[in-house]
């Protein structure tokens, strides 16, 4: 890196630290104040505050660090400019091209930074400070029961009208499977009047249904035959914790929050205002 690169990079990295510190205070002391009352009428401890303000720390920096990076840039540029550094740089042979491209090559690294922010570390940390404002911010309790709860994953079709999270107890299931197929015909439903799962390993999940009725139908969609059976177990990769609330965009990075819209619009609860959540 040459001389101008760094003189050029000094005074954008000093604008920028600048813009990110001030829009994230702002941020956070927004937050606090609107806390404020609720933090003094719970008699919250300081460092519970300061717990969810880190946390929420990640999930503003991803929403300041673009604007902080055109403010730092226009503001780096309008200094160079200011004291006619530019007029000099030009008057030696250098293009306006090549004096922003440190600004633009920076930019971009940090660009591919934030993605990764908000890829892998931003949805953790929103759903722990969603956890620590409901329950010891707010003293919300936190539920165990939930309801109607349907989700669609590699072609496979759950509903699950009752779960008590606390137990992983499920009650009234219904599991209906497509084929890979364009018209994604249904080759079997499966009912099980309640269920309970459990971790069978790294990434799999051990369904115990019982009660169960199961359909089976040919290409065309008749009836092959139906089975009654007091129990059955499903091996899967997921299991009603994954699906039991409904996801908000900044508890989840871009591909898996993708992956749940496609569920969802496989599943029949497809609302396309959710896309303008993801490309927030």
Known sequence: MNILNRYILKQFFYLFAWATAAFLGILLLSDLFQMLKTILGNRVPAGVTSQY??????????????????????????????????????????????????LLVVSLAISVGVLLLNEFVVPSSARQAKLIRSSQIEKRGITNFFSDISFNEDNVFFYIK????????????????????????????????????????????????????????????????RKEMPGKTLVLRYSPEDFKEKKNHEEMGFISFSRYLKSLKESGNYDARLYVDLFQ
Do not use: H
Not at 60 to 87: D, H, K, S, W, Y
């Open 162 to 225: 009752s779960y008590n999270s606390s137990g992983r107890q499920m009650k009234d299931i219904r599991i209906i499977e497509r084929r890979s197929d364009k018209a994604k015909s249904v080759f079997k439903r499966t009912d099980a009047g309640y269920g309970i799962w459990s971790r069978k390993g790294s990434g799999e999940y051990e369904w115990e249904l019982n009660e169960v009725v199961e359909w089976n139908f040919d290409a065309v969609g008749e009836l092959k035959d």
């Open 53 to 102: 303000l880190l946390c929420n720390t990640t999930v503003m920096l991803v929403q300041v660090i673009p604007i902080a990076v055109l403010l730092g840039a226009i503001f780096c540029l309008n200094q160079l400019n200011r004291f006619r550094e530019l007029t000099i740089m030009k008057a030696t042979g250098l293009s306006i091209y090549r004096i922003i491209t440190p």
